[in-house]
């Protein structure tokens, strides 16, 4: 979603604001802009589309000034245009914001009739004309600000420039997060660490409900009352190195080939290789008494948590009450609190999953987070965090992250069935040593599959829609492929499970229709050789993913098979990811598609 970016010091700031922003370009927006204070004014440059188009503005039209702010927008309120991009102006106030105003219009109706003049279809722009007001009436900045803050309802991070005070920044944060950098004589604000990471490591979160100044030489920090609090700094881990494209064509193509490292790294937290069991995992959420467990996330962490779902029934005998979250958050569900819930979020920002988890925590369940990001909101409100260590994420379809939250819900679901007793010692060592395992194999994997995928990929960038198919954990793994193929190559594609093909799919089956079948040679195996049969018999284009045994004992009738090495039960969904994921990447590069920033896909989602 948006992205913010904010500079004070005594260095002119404009073209590192823009270098912010590129960092935050992996957010998704659709129009960018900077505003900067210069003797004594503000003055900003917008531009719609992508921020090529702001830097060539720049160009012609420099923006001098040792103060700004700068945002990248994706459009919740009005078309993507440069007037609805910010920085919103009105009377010597710049605001850039990230969320929803959700009273918005009422406020607008409020300042119209005291004669405010709306340029905008933006629901920011309200903060513009309500903080110009409150000088109007004769409030200074700082009281001004605080009057603001208790007007507005809804999801915010805002940055605002005051004409009259060229050595401050005023930012607030309600929901979407915010972080603060701190420089050597200049101060930084960013929507993520990330953003800063050019500048500073040193680092301060601003907790839900915080509103802050920001002069050159550090912050003032206060609470939803107005009272000053303190907030730790921190070092970032994001550095600028970590978050490059290294020798790859596309971030995407990068984390790809990161997820053997990245799950090695995952697994070490959880796994104590040389006893091939788990380490304790101190921040237990009480799994060998709980009654049953739920789990709600959204897209790509939703259908990891749906195969984990798999595994905790499997393996742990625990009922799984499982939703996406915007579903989850309105169903009234009644939960036991004698039950835990998971929540799986790569940012931990993601506004539904927090909503879902706050419900949770209401009716009393104890709560765990699988996430990216430890200072994230979700982070913070659980009772305790499984980190998934996979690194910072740029790419906006999901790889790295999906398959690090595969192998951590899997040593979860085995230290759950490990401590309520239904999986033996042994079952644990041979679950643990196949877990080991999933470095080398990935790694041998993506290196085997590649000219295939390629020769493949380029057969399909013809198709306008592909079926995938999968049963038990290859289900949710299908629809999973699919998600990633529309994401990233815009082709309509859709995952079911295989049994559930006769019940309505089938009809759309011909000889146009390509059918990527997620198969290993597993206990379903025959029952999809039979759907797989099905489908051939209408003339359907069968593209089969297998392992050796699948490829070795069948004679199914397919276009094309992928030959997978034969690999345990509990580490195939990860193993079979990787011809998915480069499948739709591979795709997408070959109709040349905006890989890492799809149109229309932000990735970290803070509104609902
Ligand atoms: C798809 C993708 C999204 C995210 C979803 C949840 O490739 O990345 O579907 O998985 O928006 O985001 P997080 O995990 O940040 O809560």
Redesign the pocket.
């Known amino acids: 979603m948006c992205g913010i970016v904010g500079i004070v010091g005594r260095k002119p700031v404009s073209e590192r604001l823009v270098e912010g922003l590129e960092r935050l370009e992996y957010r998704g927006y659709d129009s960018a802009g900077i505003a900067t204070i210069f003797e004594g004014e503000l003055h900003r440059r917008r531009t719609e589309g992508k921020l090529v188009n702001l830097k060539a503005r720049l160009k012609k039209e420099p923006l001098s000034g040792n103060v700004g702010i700068a945002h990248t927008r994706w459009a919740t309120h009005g078309a993507p245009t440069e007037c609805n991009a910010h920085p919103h102006f009105a009377d010597g106030v710049a605001v850039v914001h990230n969320g929803i105003i959700e009273n918005f219009s009422e406020l607008k109706d409020g300042l119209a009739e005291v004669g405010a003049k709306f340029t905008t279809d933006t629901d920011t722009e309200v903060i513009a004309h309500l903080l110009t007001k409150f000088r109007r009436d004769g409030m200074g900045r700082l009281e001004a600000m605080h009057a603001m803050l208790k007007c507005v309802k809804g999801a915010f991070a805002l940055a605002i420039l005051f004409e009259d005070d060229p050595a401050t920044i005023m930012v607030a944060r309600n929901g979407p997060p915010l972080v603060i950098g701190h420089g050597d004589g200049e101060m930084f604000l960013g929507s993520d660490a990330i953003a800063l990471a050019p500048f500073t490591n040193d680092i301060t979160y601003l907790n839900d409900g915080d509103w802050a100044v920001l002069g050159e030489t550090g912050v003032q920090v206060f609470d939803t009352e107005g009272k000053v609090v303190t907030r730790p700094r921190q070092i970032s881990i994001a550095t600028a190195d970590l978050i490059g494209k290294g020798d790859h064509r596309h971030f995407m193509e990068k984390e790809i080939y990161e997820q053997p490292e990245a799950i090695a790294r995952a697994l070490a937290y959880y796994i104590n290789a040389n006893d091939n069991d788990l380490t304790t995992i101190s921040t237990d959420i009480g799994f060998a008494t709980v009654e049953s467990l739920a789990i709600s996330?959204?897209?790509?962490?939703?259908?990891?948590g749906l195969i984990g779902k798999y595994w905790f029934e499997r393996y742990a005998r625990l009922m799984v009450e499982i939703d996406v979250?915007s579903e989850f958050r309105y169903r009234e569900i009644p939960l036991s609190p004698r039950s835990a819930a998971l929540f799986?979020?790569?940012?931990?920002?993601?506004a539904d999953?927090l909503a879902s988890l706050r419900y949770c925590k209401a009716q009393g369940l104890r709560i765990g987070a699988v996430?990216?990001?430890r200072e994230s909101t979700?982070a913070r409100e659980a009772d305790a965090i499984f980190p998934i260590l996979a690194g910072p994420?740029i790419?906006?379809?999901?790889?790295k992250?999906?398959t690090c939250?595969l192998a951590v819900l899997a040593a979860l679901a085995i230290g759950a069935g490990k401590a309520r007793g239904t999986i033996t010692n042994d079952e644990e060592q041979g679950l643990v040593k196949s877990l080991v395992a999933l470095p080398r194999l990935m790694r041998q994997v993506l290196n085997d599959i590649k000219p295939k995928i390629e020769h493949l990929s380029r057969e399909l960038s013809n198709s306008r829609d592909v079926i995938y198919l999968g049963r038990g954990t290859s289900f949710p793994l299908a629809m999973?492929g699919a998600?990633?193929l529309k994401?990233?190559s815009y082709i309509h594609a859709e995952g079911y499970a295989a049994g559930e093909l006769k019940h309505g799919p089938i009809a759309l089956i011909d000889q146009n229709m390509p059918v990527i079948v997620v198969a290993p040679h597993d206990r379903f195996f025959d029952k999809t050789a039979s759907n797989i049969q099905e489908v051939a018999a209408r003339g359907g284009r069968i593209i089969l993913i297998t392992d050796e045994m699948g490829a070795s004992i069948s004679k199914l009738p397919t276009m094309h098979t992928i030959v997978l090495p034969n690999v345990d039960e509990i580490i195939a969904p990860m193993i079979f990811s990787l011809p998915l994921q480069l499948l739709a990447y591979q795709t997408a590069v070959v109709m040349g598609r905006d890989v890492d920033q799809p149109r229309n896909?932000?990735?970290?989602?803070t509104v609902e």
């Open positions: 996330a959204c897209g790509t962490a939703y259908l990891a979250a799986i979020s790569q940012s931990g920002e993601t999953t996430v990216n990001t979700i994420e790419g906006v379809a999901s790889t992250a999906f939250q999973e998600l990633k994401e990233v896909l932000a990735k970290s989602v």
